[in-house]
C-alpha cells in the first residue's frame, strides 16, 4: 500500500515537459500560399519549413502545399490548410487559430489537459499530422481554444528545432 | 524630386522590428482567473506578470485582472478580458485567439499590413491596453485572424522582457 501510494504520488505529479507552443492557422487550401505571402508582405516573416501533401500531386486541384512554417520575431506560426481529405488524422473543419503544443508525452498531456477540464475531440492517431506528421491528439479547453499536442517538428522533419 | 523619391524608397523597405509576438486568449471577464488556473493546471503555464484594472475596484462586479501573462514552454500567451468598458483603447467583442505583435514602431508596422492586404479596424489608440498599456493597433488580415499591433510589454509593466 505504501508503494501504491508513492506510485500514486509519482503519477500525479507526472510532469510534462513542452518543447514548443506554435500557433496554427487554418486557411482554405487554395489559399495557403497565399496566407504565407501575405505574412512575408505584411509582416516580414520568414520560412523555415514546408511541408508538401505526401498524395497530392501537382496536377491536382488541391495545392501540394499542407503546412508552412514561419518565423515572426522569435515565435514560430504554422499555416495550415484545411482541406479534408483521408490522410489528415485530425480534421480541421473550419478556418482559424488553434495552439500546436508539441511534446514527447502526448498520452500524459492530453491525459493531464482533460482532467484539467479540457475536452478530447479525437483519439491520439497517427500519420501525417497537421504539426509536421509524427502523433496528434486534440482537446478543447473550457473557454473554446483548441490544442492539438503532438510530436515535435524536429522528430519528423528535416529541420532542426 | 530627387529627393522625395529617395524618401519614397526609405520609406517602403523602412523595416519593422518585432520584439514579440504572443498569443492572446480573450475570455469573459468573469472567467479570466478560471482560465489562468485551467492553463497552470493543465499545461503547467507558469503565471509571469498580471495586469490589473486602473478603475476597478475590488467591490465591484467585474474582477481586477484585465490581463495575465502565462509562460508554456518558451512562449508567452496573454489571458485577457472581454469586458468592453471605456478604458480599453481595443474592444474586444468576442472570445478567442488573436495574436499580439510588439514592436515600437507601431504606425510603420500598421501601414506596411494594411498594403499587403489586412484591414485596419481601428484607430491606434493610447492608454491601457490589453498588451500591458501603451499604443495599440488592430489589424484583421485576409485570412480572417485578427493583429493587435502593440507596444513591447516592458515598457509599461515592471517585467523585464
Known sequence: MATE????????????????L??????????????????KAAFGAEE???????KRKADQEL???ISAEIKLGSSTILISDVADDSTAPVKATSTGLVFCLETEDIDASVEKAVKAGAVAESEVTEGEGACCGGRVGKVKDPYGIVWLICT????????EA
Do not use: I, W
Not at 506554435?22 to 505574412?39: G, L, R
Not at 515535435?152 to 529541420?159: F, I, L, S
Open 22 to 39: 506554435k500557433p496554427q492557422v487554418f486557411v482554405e487550401a487554395s489559399k495557403v500560399n497565399d496566407a504565407v505571402a501575405f505574412y
Open 152 to 159: 515535435p517538428a524536429k522528430k519528423c522533419g528535416d529541420v
Open 63 to 65: 495545392p501540394l502545399l
Open 48 to 54: 523555415v519549413n514546408r511541408v508538401t501533401h505526401p
Open 5 to 20: 501510494a508513492t506510485n500514486g504520488a509519482a503519477l500525479a505529479e507526472h510532469s510534462v515537459t513542452f518543447m514548443a
